[in-house]
Each structure stands twice: as C-alpha cells, then as structure tokens.
C-alpha cells in the first residue's frame, strides 16, 4: 500500500492553548480515515495543516511525499470546510465555476467536471438557483461538490454530511465508497456521528490534542472490548459508560 | 485566469447587490448636493440695500438698472452699515470707489463685487465709444469688508477636499465590508484552500472593486465639475488621477483594515478612527500655523496628500509637477497597504 499522507509527531499552539501535541498518523491511498473525537479536540486544526493552511509547531506533515505546506500539492487536495463558505450572491453554477477557475483545468474538462460533482450531490436541477436560495442542506451539498470539482487524489472532508438528509447522505458516502475502491482516492473525513464512523477503513480517535486510539472499528472495539465505537471512544477516553 | 475569474465573481456579486451599487455611486453625489447648495447657493445682488455717498449719477443709475435699493447717505462708514442693515455702501472719494461690503453672506458679496466692477468697466466704455479714451475716467475699486475678508466662498476651497473624501469613503466601507464578509463567510478561506496565489487573490480584489472605484472616481468627479460646476482651474485628468490613486489608496487600507475586524458591526467602527481624522486634516483648517505634532499626524494621512492634489489643481490650477509629490505618496501608500495586505492573507494559509 501506498502512504499518500503522513503526520509525524506534529504539535500545535495557540498562544498557551496546546490543541495538538504530538500527533502521528500515516494514511494509504484507497481508504477512508475517520477522525472522530468530541468538538474542540483538534480535528479541524489538524486538518487544516494537511491541507497547507496552518503550519505544525513542531513535526512534520507530507502529503504524497511532499513537505506542506506546498502550493503546488493544493491541486491535488480536495478540501471541505466546516462551514459552507459559498458565494451567496451567485448561482450554484457561477460557485462551482468559480473555485473551478482556481484549477487548473482545460474548459471543456472545466464543464465536465462542474456537471459531475452537480449530479454527485444531485444539484443538476438547482444550478441555476442563486446560493441564497438553497437550504442548510443544499448548500451543503454545493460545498461538497466544490471539493470533488477537480478530481482530487485526496479528499479532505471536515464533518461533511452535517444537516444533510438520510438519503442523501447514503448517497454521498457510496459515492465516497466507490472514490475511494475504483479511483484509489484517499479520503479524510471528520465527523462526531458514530455510524459514520463505522463505515471508515481507518479511525483515529482525537481528543484533547492527542491520538487515544487508531486502527479499523473492527479492532477498535476487540481491543476495548466494548459493543459500539461509542463505547471504544469513552472507554479510550478514560471513563466506563 | 485565476485573476480574471476573481474580477468576474466581485461584478456578479456587486452588479446583484442594487443598494450597495446606490450607495457607491449614488450617494456620493447626492451628498455632494446637498453640500454644494448648503455652500455655495448662487448669491443674489439684484435686491441689495446700498448706501451711495458722493457717488457719479451714472454708476446709481446703473445699480438702480439692476434692481437694486439705493440711498443717498452723507458719510460712509462701517456702523451705518450695520445701524441701518444694508448690505453695502459705496464711496466716492479721492479718485476712488469705495466699497463697503457687510459680508453677511460671502455669495452675495461677491455677486455685488461683480456687479460693481461690471457697472464700472461699463462706465470706462462709454466713455471710449465717446471717442475720449483719454478721458476715461480710471477708476480703482477698494473694497473693505465689515464681516469677514476678501477669501472666495468656503466651498470653494472645501470642494476639492470634498471630493476626494468621498471617494475614498466610499469606495474604503465598500471594499473593507465586501472583503470582510469573505472573511466572515469563510469563503476567503477555502479560496486559500485552493492553488490560487496571495497575490493573484489581492491583485484579483484590487481589479475587481478597483474597477467599479474607478467608475465612481469618474461619475464624482464629471457630477461635480460638469453639473454642480464646481470651480475646476486646472486639468480635468489630473483631477482624475488624483482620485483614481486616492481611490486604490481606500481600497488597499480598506481590505487591510477589514483583516483585524471580526463583524462589519467592528469595520463601521473604523470608520470615527481612520476616515474621520483624516478630513480634519485634509485642508479644513489650514495646518501651517498649528503645533508641529498636529502637522506631522497629517502627513500619515493619505487623504492629506489627495486633498493637497486636488486643491492645488482644482482651485489654484496648478500642474502635474507641482502635485507630483503628493501623487508619488499616494502610491507609496497604495503599495504599502497592498504588501501589507498580501502578507496579512498568511493568517488564511502559510504560504
């Protein structure tokens, strides 16, 4: 397998607030992480330094072996914020063109792309519709296409199916599945919803800046001994429910 | 292209915000408006109440031609003017007209000069077409004033500054408020999520907002010289130019200021702190002879520099190389803000 991002012994201060302290995790191409841990345990910052956009105070972070933060590696990263961040003023379509335009992509491979992630999210009958227009879910949806929009060997998700209905957030995780089997994508996901949990290849279980326990759910609950991940992610963290 | 798409995405957001559009290039002028009449209503001299001590028959018939109220007095002085509220008197004594002006109203005053010296010259004429040039009687004004002095209307020398207040105001809220609401929203951020370079993103806002800034430098400026006809002594472009830079000027500081902002509630508040002083400095209150401190605050004001231009060339009519100093600061302060404003973009993403 191959590594396509790994987090040596990172740490990370704000000011006296340690909210990352000496963080390992290594992810191989064709699987999906799962960071789970309570808000405010470190996810988003950790995050966010995979992507380039925050430096570690100490360790280091490559993302297919290149040192980040790199401008150049951004093209290869698909990256969802936590918070919608769209274009309320515009269409869906001028959203999706626009952050398309900071790619590089040929025009037609451009439309190509736009028109999949729009029917990933099934928003195809709703481009024409200004931002303002969309529900919590819509423009949740939107989000996640923008990230999909330039095919990205890896995809970094930061709690991507809050407020997103049942079905549809079926949807969106088996297109995550089939990214990440027939297009050997690495997908890194956040997330407090312990069923989602569950469908991630790999968890890493964050809280209060550290890693408490990693491996498949599978080994997870073995190695806690515990019925559900629920019950793995209190029993790491120290206390019996 | 990353820059190009960026323009595009600020005009589809501006064009489809209506009221922002109003406020960038309509309330410049509206304010601009109403300053203008509240200073600078046209004076009216035709219902003047004047005083004539000794004065040739020809003139008070030509001042009574105009509508105006004369009264023969035996002695001119500053108190019959007040005592008997007129609004001028006029002298005639030792080769020389007299000319007391109350000076209650600036803009009457000056209509009155005008009428003055037109009923003179007009005298000065007829005697020539008489044949007799050398007769022509040579006749020196002196003018004295009860209130106030000889300076030109208030708004004279305020409209420059005006001016380019307003753009730069306007086109500061506008930008700062617009930037920050990226900021806010987060899409600032996940753009630095992306390959796009600081500084293809801030060369991309300053075109983008620089565009419509232009747009309304240009609007202000042909309103306020064109249709308020407001005093314009030297070249239209240099006015142009002045404002133009003064405009990238508001622009850069705006989208820098924006950076340590968290609500557009905190931007407004900017507003008593950076633009305010800064017309108090502009040339309101002529700064040569105040303490030297309050002189050296001015000179970290851009608007100091805009507003020095553009008086120096809307009512003195000077040249390119006489504000070319000022002009040269206006950039320096543009391209400091702008460097400013691309390292301020590293809180979004180290690189």
Redesign the interface.
Known sequence: METTVSVEQVSRAFGKKTVLSGVSLHMEKGQIYGLIGPSGAGKTTLVKMM?????PDQGTIEVLRTPM????M??Q?G?M?Q????????TGE?NL???A????MGKTEQKQRIAYAAKLVNLTDELEK?VSAYSGGMKRRLSLA?ALLHNPPILILDEPTVGIDPELRQSIWAELIRLKGTEQKTIIITTHVMDEAEKCDVLAMVREGRILASGTPLQLKQQYDAENLEDVFLRAGGKES | MRIRALVLRIFQQLLRDKRTLAMLFLAPLLVLSLMYYLFNHTGNASDAKIGAVNLNPAIVELLKEKGMDITTYDQASKDVVVNDNLDAMMEWRDNTLHLILKNNDPSQSKALQMTVSQAVAGLADTAQKLGNPAAAPQITVKTDYVYGDADTTFFDTLSPILIGFFVFFFVFLISGIGLLRERTTGTLERLMSTPVRRGEVITGYLAGYGIFALLQTVIVVLFATLVLGIHLEGSLWLVLLTNILLAFVALSLGILLSTFAASEFQMVQFIPIVIIPQVFFAGIFPLNHMAEWIQIIARIMPLYYGADALKSVMYKGMGFGDIALDLVVLVCFAALFIGLNILALKKYRKL
């Open positions: 992507v380039g956009m925050d430096k933060p790199s401008l150049s951004l093209q990263i990256y914020a918070s919608d961040a769209l274009y309320n003023e515009l001028e063109r626009f952050f335009s900071m790619f590089k200004k923008i």
